[in-house]
């Protein structure tokens, strides 16, 4: 079983839906959650971070945290064409000496106009 | 803003070439990291570093090596290319625990 769980898609959706994106992992020691986006033939950038559990909202994005359940989501609200990316949840423990993450597969999200 | 560069974005390399690649960073990040990324495969951790001359291999070392003599720069060297070794490479520093990822250098070996 991989550390962590994240569904490939590809995910299709229209201009203006909620999106749901999603990560499971195993690793009770996880601490540090985030999300990167990717575009294509670029590099990863970071969307959101948050530390232990709970909610952060930024704009359009949402991410939430259950460390009960061990799972992790981003909602993109009123989504948008430049919202088609790849999406990666990452995540770490505390006190991991070099700061290694550890990333799930990627979603790849298409919104259609 | 955090600056992470990567020496080329598309190489094209044959078959027991030995090939390197450069990736600099300007803001003083101790840790550096080096990923391929292939699809349906995600993003593999090849080699990390923590600090000068510093190295650890990641999940996927086979085939690679690397070298960080100056903390702002850290390599990635194939010491004898081979064509499954084509594939995305990306380059990161680490600011607690917030990973800046370079372009990437699209590598296809013939």
């Known amino acids: 079983q991989k550390e962590v769980e994240q569904d490939p898609g590809p995910l299709s959706v229209p201009e203006g839906a909620i999106v749901s994106l999603n990560c499971t992992y195993s690793?009770?020691?996880?601490?540090?959650f985030m999300w990167y986006r990717q575009y294509s033939r670029k590099g990863p950038e970071l969307l959101m971070y948050?530390?232990?559990?709970g909610n952060k909202e930024d704009g359009r994005f949402t991410a939430q945290v259950d460390k009960s359940s061990k799972y992790i989501s981003l909602f993109i609200r009123d989504s948008q064409p430049s919202d088609s990316a790849t999406y990666l949840c990452?995540?770490?423990?505390?006190?991991?000496?070099?700061?290694?993450?550890?990333f799930g597969q990627g979603t790849r999200l298409t919104i259609n106009p | 803003d955090v600056k992470v560069t990567q020496s080329s974005r598309y190489l094209v390399k044959r078959t027991g070439e030995k090939v390197f690649l450069e990736c600099v960073q300007d803001m003083d990040h101790e840790n550096m990291f080096w990923y391929r990324q292939d699809p349906g495969l995600g993003l593999r951790l090849i080699y990390f570093?923590?600090?000068?001359?510093?190295?650890e291999k990641g999940d996927i070392p086979e085939g690679y090596s690397v070298s960080r003599e100056k903390k702002e720069r850290f390599s990635l060297i194939l010491e004898s290319a081979s064509t499954n070794q084509t594939s995305m490479y990306l380059c990161?520093?680490?600011?607690?625990?917030?990973?800046?990822f370079g372009p990437g250098t699209r590598l296809t070996v013939l």
């Open positions: 990161a520093s680490t600011l607690n625990y917030e990973q800046f």
């Open positions: 990452a995540m770490a423990g505390a006190g991991t000496g070099a700061q290694k993450l550890v």
């Open positions: 690793n009770s020691a996880f601490q540090y």
């Open positions: 570093s923590y600090d000068v001359k510093m190295k």
């Open positions: 948050t530390y232990s559990s």
